[in-house]
């Protein structure tokens, strides 16, 4: 129990922050950080060529510089990391990369070659047709041109067995995340919504190594305590990301329990296993063909609301919780889709519409709170 | 004898006649697909497949004010009023099927390239679900450099080969690679001749009333692989260079061509006669912009790697300095004295890269330029005051500029 807590507090104080712990994992490494944007890049080439994989998810800086490039009406994620960009938050980092999941995207990767000189961001190409014929050879392909820059970036090429080596450091940790999110699960007034968010989150600023033992332990430490149960309701959560933290206290506030979650920032990086068979690289390409449910993806049996249902059912949930991420336009698209499925299965949801840079998250308090009541009735 | 027909004529005859056709198709009991706007049309042509065009048939509605209704429609299921506005009021139309526009049936497949934008694959693959059709997806990557990716492009020929095959197991017949040499033969020739044809504002003045040129957007679109696309832009081009040899500029009731400007991003539909008379009342007329190249879709080689190249070859698709540079040849080669960017909130990815354009054009080539807020078709974002008053800004920096040239 008390390792428990130590563990507990160690990740989410590392994930609640990043600038400090990415400094603390330089100096304990001696490796030099290499930023990640969302959703997801090819981290394992990253972590290959010697570098410190740190994901770069938004923050909350006064908004000043990124007017003169962006409008207001883009996610202010990519505001957020063009406004640190630009102040120079991220010129400690040894290399950029930065994908095309969406016209956001590719309109900063654009901007940030005039706004921010110094960072040449690495480009990552993101396939969405995964059903063709040449989807295998596009993804490899990709991998390929980005493995060569980081590479040209590192003075050295990344080797076949550095890349094997990265990948199966990987999927071990990607096990271990599933197994996370099931034993938080079963302890949800341990793992609070908040703490779960943190614990996940830390990965993004810790070397994978260090942070799969710490998440391994920590996994074994809660199954050897007590199943328990809060007073609020059970819910899936659906989404970009569930932030800021002051959002994510008013679930815990209201003893809801996330019994599992379908966000980017979080159980879509883990929650597809790589196939048996195949160098790291195919492996790591079937990982993209092979992710389901996902906004990010092109799918054309859009199986999401599926999904969102056989989770609510195999986790014994109550509703869903969407956290809408303000201007995402691949989340508002599925919204409908997955709304239309879940109406029909019966199933509560309840909306709400984030920002990362939230001035009050009060507004939103009556509304999780009247939705953990309007459920305890039915 | 009887008179020949303007293009102008020929342009409406032919978008009645497009969608009529589909209404035929589908009575008919033929397939009738729906299709983004710079989609491989030559695949459908050559197996003679009905097509219509949702950015079309949504601009048409918007033009005709009459886009709240299905935007209220897809709202209702959960759209958010941030997505692009022709993915809403195209939901909403799939709900009602009914517009006092134009109307398209009900289809049987889809058609969808993202060389265009990456919103086209949401908003499409959510079409699919709610009619339960198949989509035959062209995913064309990025390209973040200034030429196009070979991989992007062999990944764009294996799509093709695979559509072809859809499209047989559609129509139960076999596709003919003849015909689709004819077709691509036509498709050449007809973007040849919109070039052109938007090419002649180059000339001082222009020949063409640059808000002309959007409503011969709908034909290049639909028309492109059709024959009677190629008559139309041919016989327009003819037009425009006998008003060049007459001397004659954009208007016929006098009013002189005094400032050249670009016009960056979608028109504003519901807003087309206003923004167009705020302009010439100060003599400004619209000489290019990007869609005359966008829809000039060349290729040299007439095979299905020819064709990959051009559709994953747009300027979307590459870097930075590739759409600097047209926008700076555009500002040479048509004598631009500015630029008016609308800023439209349904199309983040050309519009998150106005404000840097804007700056090249000023600092590279004193081209000066405003911005103003819009929408291409959701009529609550656009405010006529800013839009003068932006309007008048433009004349006072574009005088400026004049007298110091002076
Ligand atoms: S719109 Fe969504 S996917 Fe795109 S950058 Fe913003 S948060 Fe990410
Ligand atoms: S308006 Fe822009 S976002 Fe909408 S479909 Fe056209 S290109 Fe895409």
């Known amino acids: 129990m008390s390792q428990a807590i130590e563990l507990i507090r160690e990740l989410s104080d590392a994930g609640a922050s990043p600038k400090a712990t990415i400094a603390k994992s330089m100096k304990e490494t001696g490796k030099e950080a290499f930023g990640c944007f969302p959703i997801y890049v090819p981290e394992e080439i990253i972590y290959a060529a010697g570098y410190l994989p740190v994901g770069l998810w938004g923050g909350h800086p006064d908004i000043k510089r990124v007017d003169r490039y962006i409008q207001s009406f883009c996610c202010s994620i990519m505001r957020s990391n063009m406004e640190m960009g630009i102040r120079g938050d991220y010129d400690f980092l040894a290399g950029l990369v930065i994908p095309t999941y969406c016209d956001s995207m590719k309109a900063i990767l654009a901007n940030w070659w005039v706004a921010v000189p110094n960072a040449k961001p690495i480009p990552f190409s993101v396939i969405q047709n995964r059903a063709s014929k040449g989807s295998l050879d596009f993804v490899l392909a990709q991998l390929a041109t980005f493995r060569k820059a980081v590479g040209e970036l590192r003075g050295e090429p990344v080797s076949d067995q550095a890349i094997e080596d990265a990948f199966a450091l990987y999927e071990d940790y990607r096990a271990a995340m599933r197994a996370f999110t099931k034993a938080a699960a079963r302890v949800p007034a341990t793992i609070t919504p908040t703490l779960r968010h943190l614990i996940i989150k830390a990965a993004y600023y810790i070397d994978k ?27 899936i959560v659906t989404g970009l990301l569930a932030e800021p933290e002051s959002f994510l206290d008013l679930f815990t506030e209201n003893g809801y329990a996330f019994m599992g979650d379908d966000l980017a920032q979080e159980s879509r990086q883990f929650r597809t296993e790589a196939r048996k068979e195949g160098t790291a690289l195919e492996r790591m390409a079937y990982r993209v063909l092979d992710q389901r449910g996902d906004t990010f993806y092109y799918e054309d049996d859009k199986s999401r609301g599926t999904m969102l249902k056989n989770m609510v059912k195999e986790t014994g949930s109550d509703a869903v919780v969407v956290c809408m991420y303000k201007f995402c336009d691949p989340e508002e698209f599925d919204y409908p889709v997955y709304k239309k499925e879940l109406d029909e299965a019966g199933i509560p949801i309840l909306y709400l519409e984030i920002e990362q840079k939230m001035d009050s998250v009060e507004s939103l308090r009556t509304r999780i709170q009247s939705f953990a009541e309007m459920l305890s009735l039915s | 004898m009887e008179e020949k027909k303007s293009s102008k004529q020929i342009l409406n005859e032919l978008l009645a006649k497009h969608y009529a056709d589909a209404k035929n198709a589908k009575e008919e009991g033929k397939p009738v697909v729906w299709s983004t706007s710079i989609a491989p049309q030559e695949l459908l042509e050559t197996m003679d497949v009905a097509v219509v065009y949702p950015e079309n048939h949504a601009a048409a509605i918007g033009a005709r004010k009459d886009a709240s209704q299905f935007i209220a429609s897809a709202e209702s299921e959960g759209y958010s009023y941030d997505i692009c506005s022709y993915a809403r009021v195209n939901d909403g139309y799939a709900n009602i099927l009914y517009s006092e526009a134009e109307n398209m049936p009900k289809p049987d497949m889809l058609f969808c390239c993202s060389n265009i934008c990456m919103t086209v694959i949401k908003w499409y693959e959510n079409i699919a679900k709610k009619f339960d059709i198949p989509v035959i997806f062209f995913d064309t990557p990025y390209s973040g450099s200034y030429q196009v990716d070979p991989s992007n492009v062999k990944f764009v020929e294996a799509q093709l080969e695979e559509a072809v095959t859809m499209l047989e197991g559609l129509t139960g017949r076999k596709f003919d690679y003849d015909r689709l040499k004819e077709v691509m033969q036509i498709s050449n020739e007809t973007a040849s001749w919109w070039k052109k044809a938007t090419d002649l504002a180059k000339n ?4 063409m009333n640059g808000f002309d040129m959007f409503n011969y957007m709908a034909p290049i679109v639909c028309f492109r692989g059709k024959e009677s696309g190629r008559e139309l832009f041919k016989i327009w081009y003819e037009e425009l260079q006998e008003r060049v040899e007459k001397g004659l500029g954009p208007w016929n009731d006098g009013t002189e ?11 504003c539909w519901p807003y087309l006669g206003v923004t167009y ?45 590739y759409a600097i540079d047209k926008y700076l040849n555009l500002s040479r080669d048509f004598q ?24 090249q054009m000023e600092s590279q080539l004193g081209v000066p330029s405003v911005i103003f807020d819009g929408d291409q078709t959701d009529p609550s974002v656009f405010s006529e005051a800013q839009y003068e008053t932006r309007v008048q800004a433009l004349v006072e920096m574009m005088e400026a500029r004049k007298g110091a040239r002076r």
């Open chain 2, 277 to 321: 008379k705020v302009l010439k009342k100060h003599g400004i007329n619209v000489v290019t912009s990007m869609y005359p190249e966008s829809f000039a879709l060349l290729y040299e080689q007439h095979t299905l790697a020819g064709m990959a190249e051009a559709y994953d070859s747009l300027y979307v698709l590459r870097n930075v300095d």
């Open chain 2, 336 to 359: 631009l004295d500015g630029g008016i960017f609308h800023s439209n909130r349904s199309c983040k990815g050309m519009a998150f890269k106005q404000f840097e354009i804007q700056r």
């Open chain 1, 209 to 235: 190594k260090v942070y799969t033992e710490k998440i391994k332990a920590l996994n074994e430490a809660l199954a050897a305590m007590p199943e328990e149960r809060t007073e609020g309701p059970k819910v």
């Open chain 2, 257 to 267: 061509e005094k400032y050249r400007v670009l016009w960056d991003g979608i028109a």
């Open chain 2, 204 to 207: 001082k003045p222009s020949p």
